[in-house]
């Protein structure tokens, strides 16, 4: 009788327990599975239907192979000897395993060794690591981006000067091996004398620039010159104040390779136009002297002749001082001249029967005091980027807009416009936009001259683009 009670009792509680494994297998939101020796899947739970996205019964009888990723079926196997055969209590791996849809889905693999009436089961823990996943591939094509572009990533912290760096940061500044320590006290010792000043300086103003942006020379033990651009972005704390700059680091010597070689080009392309031309001029001026024996068709292409000379002149002058300080070298002849007259000769320029036509909208009678060759020469540079930008646009529009202090002229152009992140690169000195792939000619001079020219007159320039609409260049001048 005895026998029997506790008998009864331990089957009852045997039964409690076994109802208690069951909840909590089913509600836990761990995905969980049973399976046997031969990797054949009994059971399984809520979560890891959710998560390979299959119903109980079109995963249940199935073996994890089946669903299994090709690259990670030897792992499973390698489970299956250390369990079964090596009779392991508990071993861990990581696997792929597909979903439905045939996407995949990383894990991390617990798997218990248990007993049940004499047979040997599998109880298995998988815990969802996709996104760790991702993330780690993300890094490895970040990495791999930014050794192939020459390209490091710093974060300075603006409170201890402590800087961390990415794993080639330290490579760009000549070290084999990955230093132990870098402060922002580190980058001086390695930034040309010549250089340091302007590093600092931007160092000082960042909290009010929000950031830097600062070109530099390297000292190099071999002699070996070395550019380097430093960017960065302030990070605010809680009170609003900067803690920290975010950055990148580029080596930017081959493009100031480049770029010495085209000053170069530049230089003697100019200096050799320069003779021919003022003979042209001087040939051009007697003409004009002997003006009394010329017929008036004759006097006018002599007229128009000569103002295309003085602008050819101009150019080159313009091309041998287009350094950084353009700008502080620019000398303008300011005279009252007619806006409209101005806008309309320089657009007679542009018509032929294969470009877009021009036209012109405004008042006639705008008078405005300037270098009217320099004007002539914005036009023309931004009436020639919207043909050559373009080409796909029928009609170009040249808008003048007087106001009470100022005029606004606008060039508008219905073409593929121009994305956001490059627009701030526009009026640097020889960048080239090239929308949709394409390359196009030129030195790309004349927007960096154009600005250069505008704010010398106190006045501004910009653009404002809808990409696949339309482009608007636009400058103001002082009245």
Known sequence: MQENKE?????????????????????????????????????VNKALCDMLDYPPEELEGTKILDHACEEYISHWHHLQEMIWTKQVPFFKLKACLYRKDHTRVWVDVTTILYNDQGETFGFTVLDDISSFKRLEESQKRLNLALRYTS?????????????????????????????????????????????????????????????????????????????????????????GKAVKLIGVINDITKDKIIERHKDDF??????????????????????????????????????????????????????????????????????????????????????????????????????????????????TNLISNAVKYAPGTTEIRVELIDNETQVKISVIDNGPGIVAEKIPLLFNRYY??????HQFSGLGLGLFISANIVNKHGGEIGVDSVPDERTIFWFTLPK
Request: proline share 1%; net charge negative; aromatic share 8%.
């Open 151 to 239: 390209t490091a990533i710093w974060e300075l912290d603006l409170d201890t000067h402590e800087v961390f760096r990415s794993r080639d940061h330290d490579e760009i500044f000549g070290y084999a091996q990955r230093q132990e320590h870098w402060s922002l006290e580190s980058y001086y010792e390695h930034i040309s004398a010549n250089d340091l000043p302007a590093f600092k300086e931007a160092l000082s103003n960042i909290e009010a620039e929000g950031g830097l942006d600062v070109q530099v020379r390297l000292n190099r033990s071999d002699g070996i010159l070395q550019w380097l651009n430093i960017k960065g972005k302030t990070e605010a704390g809680k009170d």
């Open 266 to 379: 530049i230089s003697i392309a100019s200096h050799e136009l320069k003779t021919p031309v003022t003979s042209l001029k001087g040939s051009v001026q007697m003409l004009q002297r002997d003006a009394n024996r010329q017929s008036e068709r004759t006097r006018r292409l002599i007229i128009q002749a000569s103002k295309g000379i003085n602008r050819i002149s101009l150019i080159i002058d313009d091309l041998l001082n287009a350094g950084k300080n353009y700008r502080d070298q620019i000398e303008l002849r300011k005279t009252n001249f007619n806006l409209f007259e101005l806008v309309r000769e320089i657009v007679d320029l542009f018509a032929f029967n294969d470009l877009p036509i021009v036209t012109i909208t405004g008042k006639e009678d705008i008078m405005v005091y300037a270098d009217s060759e320099r004007i002539g020469r914005v036009l």
């Open 7 to 43: 008998r009864n009792n331990f089957e009852k509680r045997f039964k409690e327990c076994d109802e208690k494994f069951n909840t909590f297998f089913e509600l836990t939101s761990v995905a969980s599975k049973i399976i046997q020796s031969d990797l054949t899947i009994l059971k």
């Open 432 to 437: 080239q936009a090239d929308e949709q792939q």
